[in-house]
């Protein structure tokens, strides 16, 4: 009897738990398709308790929770907006999440006066996601970019990769991370193999004029790094390998931490490669072995009051340039060894001030240094030591300090907005080849910007910026943007720009000297001016699963006081800087773009540059254009989840411009190329584990003939000889684990 109550009362307790304790459901589907959302992660929390549980959706999409009380719950997956609501007892709710990838509406920072969707931006800005990023397998910087249009990239085998946009080089190009100019040019070029990509969110490209904001080397464009960023995770840690078939071993692991307010992240890389040269069994490398080091950390503070952040990178790389044996025995050989160290410190901080004002600041301190040391090597003994000519060591160190705050007016509701500010600059350079070996420049400036919006279609942005140089009278420059809407889907955008670029340090001062150059800096070298126009066209169209649209832009540069190298010597292979008197670069891109969500991509466009280089008393020169085709094409094998992605491009015959001491014109044209690269790629236990393999340059470019060009009124190139684009065709395998713990809201 006793046990016949004990089994009643327990099956009361039983009946009345799950009559308080309802089961509710949710199913997460795709808003633009209706497909299930599998492997989603979900932060649930009973109302009045401060306790939260995680739950993953099943393949279905679906979650099942019981609970006594309604619940709110915030949905975090891979691809899709992060979603936020309220989930009563007993209920069944279906989330429709937002994919990202569709949506058109990706947030820029580049020349905004605040963060702003990309359409609605006056600039044409070039999005590349870190989704492009990983489809492509890039390494670095340098093998990104030398798929786009109207962008060319080269190789040195000392100096690294460079490449220039619109038909301008590296100089008139500024290299931003987070905002803050990169120091340490080459050359006039950064070299972008030292630009990894393991812990960005995107990158912004905006070609065209960009001095007003960004003063001197921003003729061309600007090239913005945004890295990453974990608002919404309170834990999440990645881990990439990647390993290629020439030699190429690459390992990174990052991490980011959330708690309230308060984000923080750290991050580190070693990317090791072999070397490769096309001439086997001799120890000089065309591709000089190379070892890199990269570090980050960063600390973030968020509220409705204030989002400052603080940060730290590191980064340093020895190449090694091995020599050829010595005659008699061959037994001995001379080695260089070039070590780069960067690092950099920055702090920024936004703030509100007023209602639809704001205030930003950014400081930081960049320093560069590269070391150069020449042994003598015995590979009998394995002994080698400093050599005692004193030219064989070499260090050189480049320090800036940047001070740039912003006050602005912007919101949508207003038809004048306006943002002010300033912008100061100091770099020193230092070392024994480095005039009297110590140098210094600095830039000061300020700029206005007004964003006028007479109609809810038209939208025009005059700017100024005024400047003082130390070392060049800085002129006033200018610039007119305008935005029309001309239907909701059609957009007209225009600019008309004057630049400015004063010559760096190393222009004016420095000597670069190893065993393939001979450089020497100018100290009579006049600024750079410039006068930029650009037109762009856009039409994008929207359906449920469907979008396509198309962009036609040209433009045209004219430089004044060209500063480019010039040839003193053939036989000891010196070079120089000089002004030349105009440069002229003109050119158009169209592109075509169309996706059916989610399975299929294809972007295509082509795009001419025309450049042409004039001096004093030289003949008559044509303007010679190369063309560049590409295509990309992504697709989805959604049964077995399997993402084939393929890129190719043709970039077509290029042409170099030389001159010599007397100002004579040398035109070279390097023959044109294919480059085609292929994939395949699948995610694995719930999307955290990417695999990825494929083949890279699968038409074996290595070298490409550069011949003398005795056309279009100038003189031919002094001999035929190649340049190097790629080290042929080679196999990759990339591995990325993700491992994340979300918050329950993303409160600011």
Not at 135 to 151: D, F, P
Request: cysteine-free.
């Amino acid at each position: 009897m006793m046990r016949f109550g004990f089994t009643f009362l327990t099956g009361l307790l039983l009946i009345s738990f799950r009559m308080s304790a309802q089961e509710a459901q949710l199913w997460l589907k795709d808003a633009k398709n209706g497909e299930s959302v599998p492997f989603a992660h979900v932060m649930m929390q009973e109302r009045g308790k401060s306790e939260f549980k995680t739950y993953v959706s099943d393949l279905d999409g679906k979650i099942a929770v019981s609970s006594r009380e309604p619940l709110a719950f915030t949905v975090s997956a891979l691809g899709y907006r992060l979603f936020s609501d309220t989930l009563k007892t007993g209920s069944k709710k279906i989330i429709k999440l937002e994919p990202l990838v569709y949506n058109m509406d990706e947030v820029v920072v580049t020349g905004q006066f605040t963060p702003e969707a990309v359409d609605k931006s006056i600039f044409k800005v070039k999005v590349i996601s870190l989704k492009q990023v990983e489809q492509k397998a890039s390494t670095n910087l340098g093998e990104l970019m030398a798929g786009e249009l109207n962008i060319r990239s080269s190789m040195d085998g000392a100096l690294g990769s460079k490449i220039t946009m619109q038909g301008l080089g590296g100089e008139h190009i500024k290299f931003l991370i987070d905002g803050v100019p990169l120091i340490g040019r080459m050359n006039g070029n950064i070299d972008l193999g030292q630009l990894n990509l393991q812990n960005i969110k995107q990158i912004e490209v905006i070609e065209g004029p960009m001095s007003v904001i960004y003063g001197s080397n921003a003729l061309a464009g600007v090239i913005n790094i945004i890295t990453g960023d974990n608002p919404y995770s309170t834990i999440s840690v990645q881990t990439n390998a990647y390993t290629e078939s020439i030699g190429v071993y690459n390992f990174s692991m990052d991490g980011s931490f959330k708690k309230n307010r308060w984000t923080s992240g750290i991050a580190a890389a070693r990317n090791f490669f072999d070397g490769f040269d096309q001439i086997e069994d001799q120890r000089s490398m065309r591709w000089k072995p190379k070892r890199q080091y990269t570090s980050d950390a960063h600390l973030g503070y968020t509220s409705t009051k204030l989002k400052a952040k603080t940060a730290v990178s590191y980064f340093n790389e020895m190449l090694q340039d091995k020599g050829n044996l010595l005659r008699p025995y061959y037994e001995t050989a001379f080695d260089n060894y070039f070590q780069t160290n960067r690092f950099s410190a920055k702090f920024d901080a936004q703030a509100p001030v007023a209602k639809d004002r704001f205030i930003n600041v950014l400081a930081s301190y960049s320093y560069y240094n590269r070391i150069k040391n020449t042994y003598f090597v015995d590979l009998t003994t394995l002994e080698k030591n400093l050599t005692m000519n004193g030219s064989d060591q070499d260090t050189s160190v480049f320090g800036q300090y940047l001070l740039r705050a912003e006050f602005s007016k912007s919101t949508t509701q207003s038809r004048f907005n306006y943002q002010f500010g300033i912008d100061l600059n100091q770099e020193t350079g230092a070392g024994k080849r480095m005039l009297d070996e110590r140098q210094q420049i600095g830039d000061y400036a300020a700029f206005l910007s007004l964003k006028l919006q007479p109609t809810p279609l038209l939208m025009l942005q005059p700017g100024l910026r005024y400047g003082f140089n130390t070392k060049y009278n800085a002129p006033l420059v200018y610039s007119l943007n305008l935005k029309w809407d001309l239907r909701e889907e059609l957009s007209l955008r225009a600019s008309f720009a004057k630049g400015f670029r004063a010559p760096s340090l190393k222009e004016l001062y420095l000597e670069f000297v190893d065993v393939n150059h001979n450089i020497r800096g100018n100290e009579n070298l006049k600024a750079e001016n410039s006068k930029n126009i650009n037109l762009a066209l856009s039409y994008h169209h929207e359906k449920k699963t469907y979008d396509y649209g198309a962009d036609l832009s040209f433009f045209y540069n004219k430089i004044n006081n060209s500063i480019t190298l010039a040839t003193l010597s053939y036989d000891s292979a010196l070079y120089t800087y000089v002004n030349l008197n105009r440069m002229i670069t003109q050119g158009y891109q169209l592109s075509f773009h169309n996706r059916l969500y989610p399975w299929f991509e294809l972007k295509a466009g082509v795009g001419q540059i025309g450049r042409r280089q004039i001096t004093d008393g030289a003949a008559a020169v044509k303007m010679i254009y190369s063309t560049d085709i590409m295509a990309n094409l992504s697709l989805l094998w959604r049964k077995i989840d399997l993402r084939f992605d393929v890129n190719y491009k043709y970039n077509g015959a290029y042409p170099e411009v030389f001159v010599n001491s007397d100002g004579a014109i040398f035109r070279s044209l390097m023959d044109a190329y294919h480059s085609l690269d292929a994939n395949v790629s699948r995610s694995f236990l719930g999307q955290r584990l990417t695999v990825q393999f494929g083949a890279k340059n699968l038409f074996g470019n290595t070298n490409i003939l550069i011949r003398g060009d005795s056309q279009g009124g100038i003189h031919s190139g002094a001999g035929d000889g190649s340049a190097p684009v790629a080290w042929g065709r080679t196999f990759f395998v990339r591995a990325a684990y993700r491992f994340q713990k979300f918050s329950r809201n993303h409160e600011n």
